[in-house]
């Protein structure tokens, strides 16, 4: 009988001991994150609907985060970049439905250069021969090869491709303009900005061995037509 009175009492004062201790520590808990750990076979009523643990055992909740985490998949599955899918996996864009139209666009480059090396390309004395022409050709070799270099574009018949490029004494820059065109189902974007940027790239490289402070800047979409986004106009 001393025996079951012993033991009774010892479970009562671990009983005691442990209820202190669950106290104690969502006291803390509360103190640190503004809300208490839920308790044992009991549902944590700060916790979602469902959240609370099967069977009665312990679960850390951290307020805020499931709620972030839910955020986080809302925005991902409802991205507006085309390019990525509701797993947020790269996709290229069906555009297998979508009505063919005229669609047009135009980019510039502009390719700081020394005055020594503006002076070279000006006066057509560069030792690779002439910068402008040189560029003016890589630009529209570019642009046909955009969908090769760029994995999610698609393949464009491009209808027309034309590159200009100026020379602007004040500023010993040249200045690179593209355009492309095409009838059909997306956009050619793409092709005008890469026509310019590989053009520039090429003033670059041809002019290298005489100037290292060469800088290819405003690298820019100036408009484009055609399509369900509508039109654009940036920048000039």
Known sequence: MASATSSASSNSNFCSTTGS???EINDEFEEFFGQKLGTSG???KS???GEAEAGGQWRQYVPGVAEAEERRDDHVSESNLTHVDRRGECSMVDVGGKPETERVARARARVALEPHAFDLVAS???KKGSVLSVAQLAGIQAAKKTSDLIPLCHNLFLSHVGVTCALRPETSTVEINSVARTTGRTGVEMEALTACTVAALTVYDMCKA???ATRIEDV???S???GKSGDFHGAV
């Open 47 to 49: 916790l979602p609907s």
């Open 220 to 222: 820019v979409l100036l």
């Open 210 to 212: 005489a100037s290292k």
């Open 124 to 126: 057509d004395k560069m």
């Open 224 to 226: 484009k037509s055609g």
């Open 21 to 23: 201790g669950v106290k």
């Open 42 to 44: 009991t549902e944590d």
